[in-house]
């Protein structure tokens, strides 16, 4: 079951994903947790060490489709076969939005994963990966999407199930709808500001997406009063709000060193944080979607450029034999 957080920048969605994972943690399930915002706070947040994603992207490539290669049809049947090679013995040009294949491998909420064991940090039931940030030698040359990248990758090869919990932070605005973490999430959680700008980000998300039939909602944060909540509902309507959060002086405990803070938030904020998890558990996955999704993304980028930059038209490594389920039944 996974669920990212959105919202504009300052909107509170670190705050409010922080909080929703010491919830399920309170509640003792097992919780993957995936920082994909730049400013990198999950790890502050639950005193853990780091192991950023994106230092490793190529190794990381190579674990998850080193084995790739061209797939091709027989007789116009969709009969993919594996080990036919094109173009020699090269292998596969690997993007974050690459729809996985047979041979590509995949990774469990499981401490015995390798995956988990060798990029995720762990603390009593929390698992923590984080995309990481810019460094020195990154900064006024390189774009963030290029770091996301190996998010993309995590998420389109996990096997997750109704057992595990995914929460992910991530980045600020509507970005991710620059690359495939749009869709990645069984739910989409907004986290709004009683403020036109706010609204507007949540809106023009939807539009964008509106063609995919993202499962969307909203959590108004920073709420003063009534006038507040009134003019969320007129705004956006009561349908997919989850809740409202009122600005807090345990939360500003917390910000200021005080670890009760947020022990004391989220108590306040139960009710809300209930709904989040029985919608999580309400929203059962639909792999074939999931996979069509990706598949459009992939398409479209690679139609965009991605062919042109590789020299080769990279439709040829897609297997089209490739169903999650199949995956996920032989893997139990």
Request: hydrophobic fraction near 35%; include cysteine.
């Amino acid at each position: 079951m996974r669920v990212s957080f959105l919202g504009k920048g300052g909107s509170g969605k670190t705050t409010i994903s922080s909080a929703f994972i010491g919830y399920l943690l309170n509640k003792k399930e097992k919780v993957l947790a995936i920082d994909a915002d730049m400013n990198v706070h999950l790890e502050k947040t639950f005193h853990m060490e780091t192991k950023p994603l994106s230092d490793a992207s190529e190794e990381i490539k190579e674990y998850l489709e080193g084995n790739r290669r061209a797939y091709t049809k027989n007789n116009n049947k969709v009969k993919s076969y594996l080990n036919k090679v094109i173009n020699g013995d090269t292998k596969a040009p690997i993007i974050g939005c690459t729809p996985p294949a047979r041979s590509s491998k995949f990774i469990r909420i499981d401490e015995n994963d390798p995956f988990i064991k060798k990029y995720a940090t762990k603390k009593d039931g929390l698992y923590l990966m984080t995309v990481g940030t810019y460094n020195e030698s990154e900064i006024g040359s390189s774009c963030y999407h290029g770091k996301l990248e190996v998010a993309e990758m995590v998420y389109h090869h996990l096997l997750d199930n109704e057992n595990n919990y995914v929460v992910s932070d991530s980045t600020a605005g509507i970005d991710s709808v620059g690359t495939s973490m749009f869709f990645v999430s069984d739910i989409n959680i907004f986290v709004i500001e009683p403020t036109k700008k706010g609204i507007d980000v949540y809106k023009d998300f939807k539009e964008v997406s509106k063609k995919y039939g993202i499962n969307t909602y909203v959590i108004g944060n920073k709420i003063e009063n009534q006038e507040d909540i009134d003019f969320l509902k007129q705004e956006i309507g009561t349908d997919v709000i989850l809740g409202f959060i009122k600005n807090s002086s345990k939360m500003r405990k917390f910000e200021q060193g005080n670890a009760v803070g947020m022990k004391e938030f989220i108590k306040e904020n139960t009710d809300t944080f209930d709904r989040v998890c029985a919608l999580m558990q309400e929203t059962k996955r639909d792999w074939d979607k999931y996979y069509q999704i990706l598949l459009e993304v992939y398409k479209a980028n690679i139609e965009e450029w991605y062919n042109a930059f590789y020299g080769e038209k990279l439709e040829k490594y897609i297997d089209e034999d490739f169903h999650y389920e199949k995956v996920f039944n032989e893997e139990n």
